[in-house]
């Protein structure tokens, strides 16, 4: 157990800190994906073709990544948010803003997460992580 993620690897402390304290863009939190768990984003909805989702091995969803108007969080402000939809056991998580129940997911399951909220070191890590874990 290295960095509290069981199997991480050396190259991870370059991740960790390009994903900290700050806003993350979805091709950051792509390409970690694809480092750690071999990954790439399917987009499968003509409808949206910005929606984008990641498999685990038995092809199960661990995440999906949308731009969505704000409103659709409950959030009073105009506009439009990147958010990763992931699977979480605990919905104490949501704090309303910067992780939500889930839009378009069942909410007892999945979180919505925002990429344009200030992250602190290895949160998104240890989400993404716990989601990939709950997709088995």
């Known amino acids: 157990l290295r960095n509290g993620m069981p199997g991480a690897r050396e190259d ?3 991740w960790k800190e390009m994903l900290s304290g700050k806003t993350l863009s979805r091709e950051k939190l792509l390409a970690y994906a694809h480092a750690r768990y071999g990954t790439s984003a399917e987009y499968l909805w ?3 073709p910005s929606y984008g989702v990641l498999r685990n091995a038995k ?3 661990y ?3 949308m731009r969505i108007p704000k409103r659709r969080l409950l959030i009073d402000e ?3 948010c990147e958010v990763v939809n992931l ?7 949501v704090d309303h803003q910067r992780i939500f129940p889930a839009y378009h997911m069942n909410k007892k399951h999945w979180i919505s997460v925002r990429l344009d909220a200030r992250w602190e ?9 716990n989601s990939h874990q709950l997709s088995d």
Not at 87 to 93: F, S
Not at 121 to 129: I, K, V
């Open 121 to 129: 070191s290895g949160e998104l890590e240890m989400l993404l992580e």
């Open 78 to 80: 105009e506009g439009e």
């Open 46 to 48: 003509e409808k949206h």
């Open 59 to 61: 092809g199960k969803w």
């Open 63 to 65: 995440a999906m990544f």
């Open 87 to 93: 699977k979480a056991a605990a919905q104490e998580l």
């Open 12 to 14: 991870d402390m370059e």
